[in-house]
């Protein structure tokens, strides 16, 4: 009688749970399941962020190179600087000088929003660095006037020319120092580049063969 008994517990329990059938018939659907919520609630959210990054970063490149323009159109604006005729010729140059830094201190403003800080620091300096160099030239070029202006008879442009193109030449190797450092920067920070680039002075290029 016992045993008849425990074999009828057995039956009711089995009854009581065979809705859940075979685990090979109900397991692949609820391991499916789980791996969905999971990448529902962790995954999905960690890929969306990563590839949030990833864009800023694609933009953030097109920013700097679209910032290096200004950085030499400022050289070539300064380099022009030694091929003056005259004083007045001169002013006009130097005045061509400061509108390209002055738009590019204005696209540099513009991109603070999204440039790494770092970087932003380099072009701070670059642009300080700028600054300090027209200042020198300015006050440079006062001195030559000046200079000239008490000879007499007042020395020929091509004389004031050669001493001028000695001061360009050094403030010039500044400028070049300071746009290697923001060159550098973007390298390292935004592309992870070892190495340093070392910018070459036009006089010192080879010539093309």
């Known amino acids: 009688m016992a045993s008849v008994e425990v074999m009828t517990a057995c039956e009711n329990v089995c009854r009581d749970f065979s809705w859940l059938g075979k685990f090979s018939d109900w397991g692949p659907a609820l391991l499916a399941s789980s791996v969905a919520l999971i990448i529902a609630f ?13 864009q800023i970063q694609l933009e953030q490149r097109g920013v700097y190179r679209d910032l290096i323009f200004p950085l030499h159109d400022v050289r070539f604006a300064l380099e022009k600087l030694g091929s003056f005729s005259d004083f007045a010729d001169l ?18 403003l513009a991109s603070t929003v999204l440039i790494d800080p770092k970087i932003a620091n380099e072009f701070q300096r670059y642009f300080s660095e ?4 027209m ?3 300015g006050n440079e070029l006062q001195q030559l006037r ?3 202006d008490s000879l007499v008879p007042e020395p020929p442009v091509k004389d004031v020319k050669g001493v001028f193109k000695e001061v360009l030449d050094c403030r010039i190797k500044k400028l070049d120092a300071a746009t290697e450092g923001v060159i550098n920067r973007i390298r390292e920070s935004a592309y992870g580049l070892q190495g340093e680039i070392r910018l070459q002075s036009r006089k010192n290029r080879k010539p093309e063969q």
Do not use: C, H, M
């Not at 962790?42 to 990833?54: C, F, G, I, N, S």
């Not at 130097?94 to 390209?100: Q, T």
């Not at 700028?130 to 160099?133: F, I, K, L, P, Q």
């Open 42 to 54: 962790y995954a999905y959210p960690w890929q969306k962020e990563r590839d949030r990054k990833l």
């Open 91 to 108: 002013q006009k140059r130097i005045s061509s000088v400061f509108e390209r830094l002055n738009a590019g201190e204005r696209q540099f």
């Open 130 to 133: 700028a600054r300090s160099v």
């Open 135 to 137: 200042s020198d030239i």
């Open 146 to 148: 000046e200079t000239q």
